[in-house]
């Protein structure tokens, strides 16, 4: 017997319990929260994220072209205009080479993307991939992990000038836009969602594109802990072989 549709509160409620899965609970990230990691560690983490950053203006164009209706279009276009900035030398990228260079990399060597993980950019461009060939309100669906965000930069804003004092503060200005852009976000894109996906099998079907994205989120660190935690860089056993 087929089950009925949740009611949009069940259905919020069921996004929102997600959260058990989101990328906060990682090893990678808790050892960050308990202020564990060394100075290597978090570049290897910010030069990684770096990757993804640049490339969610290109994901949320992505979902634009795809997308008929022009008031969904103005109200997203905002997020790429988060990122990139309205100038050279604002918005949320240039911010966070600021972090970037708070934590001792340069500009050039981000920009340069020589410290990124093959698994962080298979994860990263699996993410455009899916929005670029994305029904446009399953890419919508897919930002939906930003119910969870506002934590985790709020964590950092607390927990990083205490616990990694050598940080210039001044680099965390990232963070603290998220916290309120994230919020404004979600309450579009989970309107939109709330609304779409009104069937039990739709609503299934976004249960399981957010899982996707927290499966994505998941991977990148994992891949940062094998390189930075195990010492497990790739191909660090290349020489051994014959």
Known sequence: MQRKPWSKDEFETALRALDRRYHIHHPYHRMMANGELDPEQIRG???????????????????????????????????????????????????????????????????????????????????????????????????????????????????????????DAGGLEYFRKRVTQANRDVEHGLAVTLEWFNSAEMQQRAMAIVQLKLDILWSMLDAMYMAYVLEMPPYFNEGEKA
């Not at 790429?80 to 990399?105: F, M, S, T």
């Not at 950019?121 to 699996?126: K, L």
């Open 45 to 167: 983490w910010v030069a990684n994220r770096f990757y993804y950053q640049v490339t969610i203006p290109r994901k949320d164009a992505a979902l634009m072209a795809n997308c008929p209706d022009p008031e969904t279009r103005r109200l997203w276009v905002q997020r790429v205009l988060d990122h990139d900035g309205g100038a050279p030398g604002e918005g949320g990228i240039e911010a966070w080479v600021r972090l970037g260079e708070a934590c001792g990399l340069d500009r050039e060597e981000l920009w340069s993307m020589r410290r990124v993980l093959p698994g962080v950019r298979f994860a990263v461009d699996a993410y455009l991939r899916f929005v670029r060939d994305a029904e446009w309100h399953e890419g919508v669906c897919s930002s939906l992990t930003e119910l969870f965000a506002p934590r985790i930069h709020r964590q950092r804003l607390e927990n990083w000038p205490r616990d990694y004092p050598w940080i």
